[in-house]
């Protein structure tokens, strides 16, 4: 079969290759990748980043987003059938620390990942855990089911606080973050306050919160800014005016920037709640004024990882059977030959979510 | 000025008369009334229902739901001024309680309601502790500031559990529980089913329900399920097999009705919220099977009282600044002179939400 | 071996017997039982009581409270060994429900109890799931190992609420009620309210209460209710009068009397904490006062069953580490030849937990 | 009367001074200070430290913790009498602000505290609001009545976070620090872990320790731990060992240590909470694995100030009233006139809490 290889411990480690298909051991399936994310992962992967390297062994199969068909049952595997229509959870827990005893499994101090760890899904075919599938509605855009590991993250930070009727700030609007905005707004936010550092994110904000004034009833208030610059502490004051001047109900962190954290913190009302999703390039981040930002205000922070299994899943595939449009996110669709134009434009920044066919392209 | 009196100790209490205008005594303000709401406790005063009759001591002006502008400050009145537009939280606290004094003064144990233990909104003025004033917007329309009381338990009952892509059960479609709908349809809700017994409120939430089918990309599933009959149990089916077959996650129970918080209790999930706002007209409930579907099923219930202070105003008026649609449940307006016709209409469930004009109908 | 069966579809159904011993299965180990508490349930099946007959397939052994070593293992079982003391979590789960895979298994829609659906602990070895089995420290006697799962329902009552200077009710003082009243008093309840309308149940309430005080600094204020008659009003009145007329901060409902869940929902303050542990014998619950005591007083109640998995497990054994003293609950040991002596003392209320010896009395 | 003045803008800018009794205004009431405690803050005002002074109008009283009577009532005050034995919450908040309007006073953005601010409690009489008073039981010896402020910040930090049965790390061993502690073992907190870089707060950690050992049955385990030079790995890897591997349950951070916080973070399981009271004296804290300690361990953190009004005060008197010992935490008695050999001591790192008695010492 067709797969991807990061092959060369170097920057441009890809390379496509024909290699066996696997075959499904004893609890585990067979899968048919129908379509494929490209996530910020596999572009580290791809530059062979100093931040990704511990503990990696090449070559392997990257990707870690996808949906397919079930085309094979290995040995004790029940309740699953071929031809069902699947995405997986791609952490795939210890079941014995005690994050995994205590029903944090999301938090499991010996997970492995799908794609880091063992083989992933930029291939024609993977071999997952039946533990770890989630069955899909035959409705769902394989387009979109293409990432449901990423949109889990932004679902899990977005409802990780109260959203209806609350004053949310979104930092960063790379394509979790536009995610997660995109949860906020279908799950009533009060108003969203969107930062980011770069033109086509910003473009990209700008455009989506035209969009969304026009769909029915609905006009929750968005304010895109531009945080470079002056426009940092412009936004800080945006907030506080348009919040009473107490500050926003909630910070969701994406960007992974240390001026994020920073800023979100001084968004923040007295007692909101900040959720950290976002990893940052330097291993510390520097709070800059911990008594006032921090103490006196009585912050929640909260470190968000992967997602609840399957708590997160349940509540993604409902929003997404509601409505909930993630369409805008997908910005470039391609064969898995082709994945080198699609990665190079998400690496210029150029492109938002990169879908991969490896099985070939949806008919149209 | 003119005002609506609960004169008369019978059914059908109520008489239009003039009475004097109020002054505002220290700490007060004089309002003058632009929209007033009538509910279903009004109801239950106009019929001098055994029920309400307890401590009440006519004649006095009934009335809850209002908004209006401030035309006279009272002594050591700070913050407010003449002509600000302003609602009210209509329970008058003590703040000297356990439930006052920690937090949670919506629960005071002493509280008086404004419209029943002192004179109301059905007058084209009133009096009203300053404290208890919340300023609105000058963009809500009275139409609908007239009834943020009602509005508020609908928001506070649906807040009072998690929204987002979860499964919700709202029995009973009267104005609260239609109001009630509408949060959790704007908030995100994953599914929804909506129960009643009567034709009327069964056809307005039929036709709200496919009102939201058409805006914009959303499309929550919204079950409407007659529960008379042999429906009481085909509901309990749909919401189980609607779900997988483990039961819905939330239900609020809005009807007062016991087989209704029965019901709700068989349809939910392990785990499952139930949040009780509805008022029963017997004293007692009786739960059917409380091993099976209150112990075993480790349900969460919880009964719903009033709005928190102001939490629960900050939250509505923020889903309202939103696109949150309430209008369909205004169905008739009408000067106060002319509030028989809309108090009978009610009376007979023709009309969901009257709003009344004291001071003249809106211009339009 | 020697095992008690469940053999006479009858009342005094059980029979001490020989049977084979088992050999335990994929994934499966083999125990020896060093002690094992008998339960209510226990007593349920001894009578053949209607209740609990539904489903069940005699003979079996019954018995699901233990601590043991264990003597074989099974195939593909890791990270236990022979000689591991351990006790066990005896519901078996499904881990494909909603509940299973949302991070609740103990609400497990299809568990399955051992000693009730497979042979239990009333012999000399049993077989049971690895994945179930939890280490136990070697310091702790066996004679507290014994009924680690019914110390556990008590423990998952107890900290279902918030119990540091909280006012607590504790309604029923049969084994359950003493554990919880004794993991309340341990973890610093404010004051602990016990009723009961047993003679031998209070008087062990009343000696237990005794010794509360005599042990270092800690004084807990602990009431000693008894509420027959007119002992039912008087209670209620002595838990206002003694929390300043709000009510107590949280009842925990432990006996599985229609009167109890009224008279609990009375003593509550409002916003107060309602848990309903105990099983009544009626299928249904009259609840006398639902708009006052429910739905007015925003009460949050919640049923509670088994045991979080693992989590109650490690807070109790972390209890138990810290000195909780449960050793008041044991009132009888006996050999298993000897169990009907023990049985007999507990039906009649005489012993409050009595532990049977499967393999030899422990030497003193 | 007598008072201590912040009278010099300068290190050392206390002086002992005649000044009038002041007159309680409207709404207020005249209190004679029965007992006052020194605080870490008082240091900073004696010193004239630079990172207090912000906003200062010397001459003014210090001291901000305090029980007394009652002497004299201003207008409109009702529901106390001349007599009444108090102390008082000594944060004047705004009732304004989105925290004060929202249930979270103690939040408030606009606070004054007693003794910053306006006169405080180092005085044989002051002027209190009414609204903050809080009645002490008679049996509460003034000796503990002095602190109930400072305690308050105790209890608020260890309520902030389960207890029972939980591993709970306290980082510093002053005051507060100390005060937390025994509240956590009398709470049922599992294993303690206490860390000091002082010998006199490591001595006294040791003792109180050892004393907690020799009460009843309770022999909850507490590790003192000293993390001066190596010994902050090796308090990291005894909270590890002593936990499973897994890390403590909760942080209680009171030191405002820089260290503190990074070494916290690493004592911590995956998915625990870090409380977050101590000031620290830079404005920023470098946190130095932040994607390790904070994102991937899904971590809890929530910074800690003042008391929640009074839910904190409520459970401060029950825990007291049931036995609470925090007596050892009282190392120094004096009457006013001798505040500076008391304050010079505390200053020292000799005493813990400093006592002052303003109207005479208590007859013994």
Redesign the interface.
Known sequence: MKAIRLAKPTDGSFVLDDVPTPAPGDGQVLVKVRAAGICGTDRHLWHWDESIRDGLKPPFTPGHEFCGEIVELGKNVT?WKVNDYVSCEMHIVC?????C?????????NHKVVGIHQDGTFAQYLVLPA?NLIKLPAALPPKIGAFLDALGNA?HT??ST??????VAILGFGPIGAMTAA?AE??????IFITDVNDHNLSRARAWAKQCQ????????IHVLDVRGTGRREAIETVKSS????GCDAVLEISGAEVAVNDGLEML???GAMR?????KA??????????D????????????GR????TW???L??L?????VDFVVTDECALEDYETGLKRFDRGEAMKVVLYPNGMPKT
């Open positions: 309740h079941n014995r620390c005690g994050a005893k205590n029903g944090k499994p999301h938090l499991c101090a533990s679902v977005a409802l109260e959203l209806p009727g609350r004053a949860v279908h799950c009533g936010a009060g108003a026009n769909r029915g009833t609905r006009r929750t208030p919040t009473g001047g107490d009302r007295p007692g950290l999703l976002g990893l940052t291993k510390n981040v520097n709070i800059n004024n911990y008594n006032r921090v103490v006196f205000k009585g912050v929640d922070m909260q470190g968000i990882f609840r299994i399957f708590d349940h509540q993604m409902a929003l059977n509601a409505g909930l449009d």
